[in-house]
């Protein structure tokens, strides 16, 4: 008897757990891409992690003038931000490295690159000895990078830091273990001033180390340089300034040692304003301009140029729309460079260029 | 083993319980930098996806035990117990690309049931084998006894070797979903994760798990506390249900 019971209990219990599934399910077929009878229509993105918080804020604040409208970004990778959107799983994909040649060809379709904000790579060590931040040039960091330079107090730094007490200290490097965006921008810059890491190392999100310790994400790099007194290590810079990690001034091509910041990030995208390709698909490492900081990149939307469906398109399009425009202003406080005026134009006169059939959406 | 738990318990409570409060529970995520913020949907998501994988695995796993236990005896049983292992030894990530390929890239959308296939899979093997070992545990002479009196076999097999091991079956099926709740990588490229209400298993669903991940992988403060909130309530959840389990299947002899 009592085991019938209870039998009978768990029976209920799980057709309780049932209904409530069904419940969710009988909100009744979507079709990917179409309209959610649960409220309106539904856009998906997802890709880069670093621009998340930024987007996620957008989509907050975007939601609270169209109620209806239900955008959703999912921070999975540039590498799946890509993947996603070339296999069309996704409305919009997102991305810090420019796709290449061959990953543009695999897609379907063209694909748009919109640029949104920038993002700095810095170079974060962990010396105690260090009272100022210390200056260097990207030669320099290339040959410690590649184990070339083993000490802090090496004669290279040491020329560059007149006065600062540099220990007799091994220098431990610290690089990504995971493929990253944040590695293509770094390697991309080592490989511009650097002839010997071009030939030895190369670029890509994720390349063959020399020496050095691997972390996982930015978050793995910043926690290891952190408790690793004497190491180096390259970061985003939002997550060196959240764990108050040191940054190195780098040297720019105009000779001048800057300091990463919201600032001479915008500034070195300025500087890459008058060369940059159709496709915006540009570098902006090693920036020309006094007051740019040479390892920065921008972090792009995707999307397809020719649309399917017309009501989910103008969505779409009036979203980054109020993005570049409005959005913009908010990337500031959450520690996210905004693009200077001659890229933003730019960047909306490829919102412009998305349609379906001919027609666009933009206001 | 005990103190071991409650460390973890301990230092998660410890580290994530500025964040935990009423709206945590109850309230959407919100962006960094505004105050509040929960994982509702994710609690939802994680429990939807749940049922769908219990609801595939628990008939298909629970009767292939039965086959193995009571009526395989051949080389047919032998491969599939040896296909179950395999299954078992899979790792979890290779199941979220199987159900990628399966379910995400034909219907063009990652989905709740992507997500809930995925977990099903992951719960398979364990359910299959727990399950078959305690039918094993049930006394030949039981069955004898059954046979003995007329029953045919499948009453033998329902009544009275299901029905004297049915609290073990729980514990393998609890097993299981412990192991289901925990897992990311399964989800990641399936269920995808959402910071939206997802009740429609043909959209985008969100999970504890995947939230938590989100969460820590930022480079904010506040919300590296809320995962540690959220690791807390989910290791909470699975505690609560093992509990729970435990005080419905408990054995009749004590």
């Not at chain 1, 200056?135 to 330079?149: E, H, N």
């Not at chain 1, 007149?162 to 810059?189: C, M, N, Q, W």
């Not at chain 2, 599939?80 to 899979?90: K, M, Q, S």
């Not at chain 2, 290779?94 to 719960?123: D, E, H, K, N, Q």
């Amino acid at each position: 008897m009592r085991l019938k019971s209870r039998l009978i209990t768990t029976g209920m219990l799980s057709l309780a757990l049932l209904a409530g599934a069904c419940g969710g399910a009988s909100d009744g077929p979507v079709k990917p891409g179409g309209e959610s009878n649960s409220g309106g229509l539904a856009i998906q993105g997802a890709g880069a992690t670093f621009p998340y918080p930024l987007y996620s804020k957008w989509i907050s604040e975007y939601n609270k003038k169209n109620p209806s409208l239900k955008i959703d970004y999912q921070s999975i990778g540039s590498g799946g931000g890509i993947k996603q959107i070339t296999e069309r799983t996704v409305d919009f994909g997102a991305t810090d490295a420019p796709m290449n040649d061959e990953q543009l060809k695999a897609a379907p379709k063209e694909i748009l690159h919109i640029p949104t904000v920038l993002g700095a790579v810095v170079v974060t060590y962990n010396l105690p000895e260090a009272k100022n931040p210390i200056q260097l040039d990207g030669p320099t960091v290339a040959a410690i990078f590649m184990g070339d330079i083993k000490k802090w107090n090496d004669p290279k730094i040491a020329a560059m830091n007149e006065g600062a007490a540099l220990p007799d200290k091994d220098i431990a490097v610290v690089h990504r273990s995971d493929g990253s965006g944040t590695t293509a921008i770094f390697v991309d810059y080592m490989a511009k001033v650097s002839p010997e890491w071009k030939d030895k190392v190369g670029v890509g999100t994720s390349v063959n180390w020399p020496t050095g310790i691997g972390g996982k994400g930015n978050e793995g790099v910043s926690g290891s340089v952190k408790q690793t007194p004497g190491s180096i290590g390259y970061v985003e810079l939002i997550y060196a300034k959240q764990n108050n990690l040191s940054v190195a001034s780098i040297k720019n091509s105009a000779g001048k040692f800057v300091t990463p910041s919201l600032e001479s990030v915008t500034a070195a995208a300025s500087g890459v304003a008058a060369r940059i390709p159709d496709d915006l698909r540009v570098s902006v490492t090693n920036a020309d301009g006094e007051a740019s900081y040479p390892i920065s990149g921008f972090t792009y939307l995707l999307v397809y140029k020719d649309q399917d469906d017309a009501v989910k398109a103008k969505a779409l399009v009036e979203f980054i729309w109020w993005a570049l425009a409005e959005g913009e202003k908010m990337a500031a406080d959450l520690g996210y460079s905004a693009l200077p005026p001659e890229v933003l134009t730019k960047a909306q006169a490829k919102v412009r260029l998305i349609n379906v059939g001919g027609k666009t959406f933009v206001p | 083993m005990i103190a071991v738990l409650v460390i973890i318990l301990g230092y998660m409570l410890y580290r994530g319980i500025g964040a935990i409060n009423v709206s945590f529970f109850t309230d959407l995520p919100k962006p960094v930098g505004e105050p509040g913020g929960g994982i509702a949907n994710a609690i939802v998501g994680s429990a939807i996806m749940l049922v769908v994988a219990i609801l595939l695995s628990l008939p298909i796993g629970v009767l292939a035990a039965i086959y193995l236990s009571e009526f395989g005896h051949g080389w047919f049983a032998q491969t599939l117990r040896f296909l179950t292992d395999v299954l078992a030894g899979i790792p979890s990530i290779v199941v979220g690309i199987f159900a990628y390929t399966l379910i995400v890239i034909p219907m063009r959308s990652f989905s709740g049931w992507a997500g809930g296939v995925a977990l099903a899979i992951i719960m398979l093997p364990v359910i299959i084998r727990t399950t078959e070992e305690m039918l094993r545990l049930v006394p030949q002479s039981l069955r004898d006894g059954g046979l003995a009196v007329g029953a045919p076999k499948w009453r033998v097999t329902v009544d009275i070797v299901l029905a004297s091991s049915i609290s073990g079956i729980a514990t393998g099926t609890l097993l299981a979903i412990s192991r289901a709740l925990g897992e990311t990588a399964p989800l990641l490229f399936t269920a995808l994760g959402s910071s939206l209400w997802t009740t429609n298993l043909e959209r985008p669903m969100a999970s504890m798990p995947v939230q938590i991940y989100t969460y820590a992988i930022s480079p904010y403060d506040e919300w590296h506390q809320k995962a540690w909130a959220a690791a807390f309530t989910l290791v909470a959840i699975i505690f609560v249900l093992n509990v729970v389990v435990r005080f419905l299947t408990r054995s009749k002899h004590g």
